[in-house]
């Protein structure tokens, strides 16, 4: 399976791949940042990333659970424990406390990798990031 083709799977395929072996989560991981790195500066899409943060996780990944090694984003307005959350408003740029969706998400050791744009305060509104 080429890169592109990998970092165009879905979770399930994913998963499968990873519990069956065939890749590790780091290697899916690589495969993304290089995929994320070569299109986000066309599209902007990720307001943060942080792939040292990540690849620590992905090393440590129990693929056998639910969403083990699985590499996520996350919308800028859910709370992820020690990672700014703005709701892509340039306001709103605090730190919060994690959130339970973030705790269920480590629970089942998903790689987060970064945060992705929305519009800003999750309203529909027309704001900076709206390109």
């Not at 699985?70 to 892509?88: E, F, H, L, Q, Y």
């Not at 408003?89 to 969706?101: A, H, P, T, W, Y």
């Not at 480590?106 to 509104?125: E, F, K, N, P, Y």
Request: hydrophobic fraction near 45%.
């Amino acid at each position: 399976m080429t890169g592109k083709e990998l970092s165009a799977s879905n979770i399930a395929d994913l998963q499968s791949l990873l519990r069956r072996r065939e890749i590790s989560p780091r290697e899916v991981l690589d495969v993304l940042r290089a995929r994320i790195e070569d299109v986000d500066r066309k599209i902007d899409a990720y307001l943060s990333t942080d792939f040292e943060a990540a690849a620590e996780e992905a090393e440590k990944a129990d693929v056998d659970l639910p969403l083990g090694g699985v590499p996520i984003a996350i919308k800028d307005i859910i709370s992820v424990a020690g990672r700014p959350c703005t709701c892509a408003s340039k306001i709103l740029q605090v730190l919060f406390r994690g959130c339970r969706s973030q705790a269920n998400l480590r629970t089942r050791l998903a790689v987060w990798l970064g945060r992705v744009r929305l519009v800003a305060r999750s309203s529909w509104a027309v704001d900076e990031n709206d390109t």
